[in-house]
């Protein structure tokens, strides 16, 4: 099976061939690099005074830098108009921030930054162009094309407590479903090598709020207004929060932004009054 990648900007999408058979007006690769290896590692190392090798590295000191990719493609036509075409496809998607997909057999993932491009001799009486395409990237991961999502409902009963059945308070007392039936759970799974950071997205009505808690460890987290149909989008990884592109992060009040470790699971469990949605998708991620 052969690999093929694309470049998109927007609705703008450059596909790019692996096998180099694709004919007319049409961009072919012939290398992929830095997309299989890690980036450049950002670990500091103490060589010991008195004894062989460095002193130990924490797990969590292991960090890695930007990741660039560089793809040498050839730009070909079965005429010079073709070729140009090739090479403007590419130019097209400078002065922005591109996505780089790349599907190689069962992976099929992306990485996002910006693209320069350099031809390196013209050759105005042949078929094809030699470019080199270089797409640096801030974020290192490469992230699965497709998400995971699980979704969570607020329970009519709000946040829980004891609900009286007849919903007022007579003798004798007769208790209705208790707290633990209003808990509404999900569980999303990482099955990359690199922590995964969460995107969560709740809309509908919810007066009070919501408050999101890791089964696992109890650290929660609390978005304390009310939720209404723009829906509120908090970024895990940037530890954001925004409605309509607008920053709202001053109203999460508690701020365990939840993680998925490699090839590792998340479960939470939503406390909310109300209507609505709260949308919690993940991507393999990979370094």
Not at 35 to 48: A, N
Not at 60 to 72: D, I, N
Not at 203 to 227: I, R
Request: glycine fraction near 12%.
């Amino acid at each position: 099976m052969s690999w093929f990648a694309e470049i998109s900007k927007g609705s703008d999408i450059v596909r790019i061939g692996g096998d180099g058979t694709v004919a007319g007006a049409a961009l072919n690769a012939r290398s992929l690099k830095g997309w299989w290896s890690t980036p450049s590692e950002k670990v500091s190392m103490t060589e010991r005074e008195s004894g062989d090798g460095a002193h130990d590295v924490e797990p969590e000191a292991v960090l890695y830098s930007a990741r660039t990719v560089t793809l040498e493609v050839e730009a070909g036509g079965r005429n010079r108009l073709e070729v140009q075409e090739s090479m403007e496809a590419l130019l097209r998607m400078a002065h922005g921030i591109v996505a780089l997909r790349v599907v190689d057999g069962l992976s099929d993932t992306y990485c996002s930054g910006f693209l320069s491009t350099e031809v390196r001799a013209a050759k105005a009486t042949n078929g094809y162009e030699d470019v080199t395409v270089t797409v640096r990237c801030p974020n290192p991961e490469r992230l699965s094309s497709v998400r995971r999502r699980g979704f969570l409902n607020p329970s009519r009963e709000g946040f829980g407590g004891l609900v009286y059945d007849s919903g007022v308070l007579a003798f004798p007392l007769s208790y209705g479903a208790g707290a633990g039936s209003v808990r509404s759970v999900c569980t999303v799974e990482n099955r990359g090598t690199s922590t995964a950071y969460p995107l969560i997205s709740a809309s509908g009505y919810m007066p009070q709020g919501f408050v999101l808690t890791d089964v696992a460890t109890g650290d929660q987290l609390e978005y304390s207004q009310a939720v209404g149909v723009s829906p509120v989008v908090i970024d895990c990884r940037s530890r954001t929060a925004s409605v309509l592109a607008v920053d709202v992060t001053r109203n999460v009040t508690r701020r365990s932004f939840p993680t998925v470790g490699p090839g590792g699971t998340l479960t939470l469990s939503l406390s909310a009054s109300g209507t609505g949605t709260v949308e919690v998708s993940v991507r393999d991620t990979y370094v």
